[in-house]
T-cell receptor, first 115, second 114 residues
Framework: AQTVTQSQPEMSVQEAETVTLSCTYD???????LFWYKQPPSRQMILVIR??????QNATENRFSVNFQKAAKSFSLKISDSQLGDAAMYFC????????????FGTGTRLAVRP | NAGVTQTPKFRVLKTGQSMTLLCAQD?????MYWYRQDPGMGLRLIHY???????AKGEVPDGYNVSRLKKQNFLLGLESAAPSQTSVYFC?????????????FGPGTRLTVL
C-alpha cells in the first residue's frame, strides 16, 4: 500500500522569507501523481500545486514550487516570499492509476508565518 | 456556480443515533468522495463513487453507508453513531480526465458524537 509521510508537524517562517515543507512517499508504481493541498483555518481544502511523475520538470505556481526527486521518492514544497495568508496546514497527497482513483494524504504540516 | 456544498455544517449526535450527510456538486463531475479528518491523521477515504448508481469502499468504510442515486449528490449515512465517528467530514468531486485532475472539496461538516 502506498504511504505518504510528512515528518514536520510544524514549521515557522518569517514573512517574506522562504520555507520548504518535506514529503516522502512509498510506492512501487511508476505512473502516479503528487499534490500539495493547503487548509487554512476556514477548513477549505485548496489545491496548491500538482506534479505528474512522468514529468522531469518541477512544477511551479507563482510563489510555490516543488522539488520532485523520483528516485528518492521525495516531493517537497517551497514557498518563496512567504505571506501572512500562507499560514495554514499543508497536506501532501498521492494518487496512482492502480490505486483505484484514491488520494492518499500525509498527516500534514502546520505552517506559521511570523510578521 | 456553488461548487461542492455540504449539509449540515455542524451536528451533535448521541451514541446510537443515525444521520445522513448530504454532498451536492453542480460541476457535473463523475467522481465523488467522502473523507474524514482526524487530528494528526490527515484525510482518510471512507467511500467513493465513480458514477451515478455506483459506490466503492475506501480506507475506513466501517460504520458508514453511502448512496449515489443522482449524479450531483453523494450521501453519507451513519446508522448507529459511535464516539469514534467524531470527526470532520469532507466531500470532494472531480472529473475523470487524467490522473492529475483536481479534486474539489466541500467546506466540511463537523460531527460530534456524545
Amino acid at each position: 500500500a502506498q504511504t505518504v509521510t510528512q515528518s514536520q508537524p510544524e514549521m515557522s517562517v518569517q514573512e517574506a522569507e522562504t520555507v520548504t515543507l518535506s514529503c516522502t512517499y512509498d510506492t512501487s508504481e511508476s505512473d502516479y501523481y503528487l499534490f500539495w493541498y493547503k487548509q487554512p483555518p476556514s477548513r477549505q481544502m485548496i489545491l496548491v500545486i500538482r506534479q505528474e511523475a512522468y514529468k522531469q520538470q518541477n512544477a511551479t505556481e507563482n510563489r510555490f514550487s516543488v522539488n520532485f526527486q523520483k528516485a528518492a521518492k521525495s516531493f517537497s514544497l517551497k514557498i518563496s516570499d512567504s505571506q501572512l495568508g500562507d499560514a495554514a496546514m499543508y497536506f501532501c497527497a498521492y494518487r496512482s492509476r492502480s490505486s483505484g482513483d484514491k488520494l492518499t494524504f500525509g498527516t500534514g504540516t502546520r505552517l506559521a508565518v511570523r510578521p | 456556480n456553488a461548487g461542492v456544498t455540504q449539509t449540515p455544517k455542524f451536528r451533535v449526535l448521541k451514541t446510537g443515533q443515525s444521520m445522513t450527510l448530504l454532498c451536492a456538486q453542480d460541476m457535473n463531475h463523475e467522481y465523488m468522495y467522502w473523507y474524514r479528518q482526524d487530528p494528526g491523521m490527515g484525510l482518510r477515504l471512507i467511500h467513493y463513487s465513480v458514477g451515478e448508481g455506483t459506490t466503492a469502499k475506501g480506507e475506513v468504510p466501517d460504520g458508514y453507508n453511502v448512496s449515489r442515486l443522482k449524479k450531483q449528490n453523494f450521501l453519507l449515512g451513519l446508522e448507529s453513531a459511535a464516539p469514534s465517528q467524531t470527526s470532520v467530514y469532507f466531500c470532494a468531486s472531480r472529473i475523470p480526465v487524467g490522473g492529475s485532475s483536481e479534486q474539489f472539496f466541500g467546506p466540511g461538516t463537523r460531527l460530534t458524537v456524545l
